[in-house]
């Protein structure tokens, strides 16, 4: 325990103010905290970044008692328990990395009342010995963190989370938060039927991410394009680059690192040791980017990546959604860059036919792989179609997404287009890839086309009207509207789909979306440097370098990641405001009682040295 109030003689704003120095709750967190703290069920649903982990966090210190908290990985444990006793709170977890003993010493705490908060993996939890325990001591609460993965629906499975329905069979009078960020109507179904919260009150905080900036590039040159977003707008930050492959994280992380950026490759095929170490490096020093697979993310609670890249597309909106999430947790300005081509369309639609699922799972996979498809072709607002694909209506476009920010593309009637390029997939005997039916299209009589006498075809050379790269897109775009199907032997070639019949016999209009070449290296950002994603006047610039060296060395010292001690945004507004006083300094959002205590004189020193 903190020592420093009893539970139930404080509000929830006040705590708020005193652990975690927040003026005021955000959306929802307040309604949250006081019906579980009146000791009411909830399921809770809040975007990456919104704040779910102040739900039951406070809960948990106002109520009497121990809050237990079922996570799924030892390295959000070890985050959260960390920057808990940062914030002098009493916590620990108890999981398979502990060294021999301290289990036993976390278990007399927790029975003797000295902890706030316990932290269990799901594995743990089901062990006989482990529920023995919480029937032996004082429980606030129960809080399950990533409770899609309770579901079959969910986007993460994990078996051992189906057997959390026993705590409230077992401690029905616990009251008992599930929380996630992603979680559709089938998943919430069964959140609520498996751990038995069919009656809990239901709180859906909403899919938005407001500081994050969407925008999707045309596929050409992929990493020159990244190089170039990276040394524009992140010259210095962290980020995360995702790829389909292991070989393309492997040779995306040297490629980066010979020019000059700290990125470090992640997928399940390294060593255990290397993946710990890699991911270890990330969460403790600056401006490190990590270049990974699917298999890097979840649990990651490092505040201030500021941006998610894809080389590759992902399978659907919910991954896409997921990943891209682990930006801007701060709530400061974030990127998420995408490139995306002919081959992502490709690779989703041949996925999507050649996995072994059955019929009415593969119609619910095409249509997950088509959201995606229509979210990157489409020449609208972006997080209006990313909303609208979680149910959510936006009235007017967001103003933050390429779409919005900087227009670039148009869409026009591509009827006859679309007939002259199916025409050429026809007569060209529908098993020949983009760039060859381009040729043949463009009239360009490569040695191919004349070997195979495809300069000869009533369809070569009837497509001057557009030049490689608009006939590129065009064929792209038929793939994406599904009027083409790759190849299912999967050698690159294109055929025919149903409906490209009717768009032959001119039965219906198509619009494709006209790209127009945008400015190279062209920033969203008006200026300034890329300092935490925000614009900062040169002393205050200067100040935050200082600030930041300060928590690094600090962050050693302790051998704790640095945003463990403050996040960026405090000490944005830390060099912002220039305190000059412990009062004036504690006033400063995310400066609670223990943290002034204990560093304010520190941050007033590097206040002074700097002038």
Sequence with gaps: MDGLTQPGTETPLAALQRVFGYPA?????????????????????????GGKSLCYQLPALLRPGLGIV???????????????????????????????????????????????????????????????????????????????????????????????????????????????????????????????LEEARLFAAGYDRPNLFYRVVEKRSARED??????????????????????????????????????????????PETRALHQERFLHEEGVIVVATVAFGMGINKPNVRFVAHLDAPKNLEAYYQETGRAGRDGLPADAWMAYGMADVMNLRRLTEAADIGEQQRRIERQKSEALIGFCETV??????????????????????????????ESWDGTVAAQKALSAVYRTGQRFGAHHLVDVLTGNATDRVRQLAHDKLSTFGIGGELDARGWMSVIRQLLAQGHLAPDPEGHGGLMLAPSARKVLRGECELRFRRETPRERGRSRKSGGKAAAGIVLDPAAEALWQKLRAWRLDEAKRQELPPYVIFHDATLVEVARRRPGSLAALGDIPGIGRSKLDRYGAALLAVLRDAG
């Excluded at 709750?25 to 970044?49: C, K, N, S, Y």
């Design 25 to 49: 709750f955000r959306g929802q967190q307040q309604q949250i905290v006081e019906h579980v703290v009146a000791g009411g069920d909830a399921i809770v649903l809040m975007p990456t970044g």
């Design 70 to 196: 079922v996570s799924p990985l030892i390295a959000l444990m070890k985050d959260q328990v960390d920057a808990l006793r940062q914030a002098g709170v009493g916590a620990a977890a108890l999981n398979s990395g502990l060294p021999p003993g301290e289990s036993g010493a976390i278990e007399r705490a927790a029975r003797n009342g000295e902890l706030d908060l316990l932290y269990l993996s799901p594995e743990r939890l089901a062990m006989a010995h482990c529920l023995d325990l919480l029937r032996r001591c004082r429980l606030a609460l129960f809080a399950i963190d990533e409770a899609h993965c309770i579901s079959q629906w969910g986007h993460d499975f994990r078996r051992d989370y189906q057997g959390l329905g026993v705590l409230k069979e077992q401690f029905p009078a616990t009251p008992l938060i599930a929380l996630t960020a992603t979680a559709d109507a089938p998943t919430r179904r069964d959140i609520a039927v498996r751990l038995h």
């Design 380 to 409: 609208g607002c972006r997080r209006q179609a990313l909303l609208g694909y979680f149910g959510e209506r936006r009235d007017e476009p967001c103003g933050n997404c390429d779409n919005c920010r900087d227009p670039g593309a």
């Design 226 to 271: 990244l190089l170039r977003f990276l040394r524009a707008e992140h010259p210095c930050d962290a980020g995360i680059v995702y790829c389909l492959t292991r070989r393309a994280v492997e040779e995306t992380a040297s490629w980066l690192s010979a020019r000059g950026r700290e990125a470090l490759p992640y997928h399940a095929g390294l060593p």
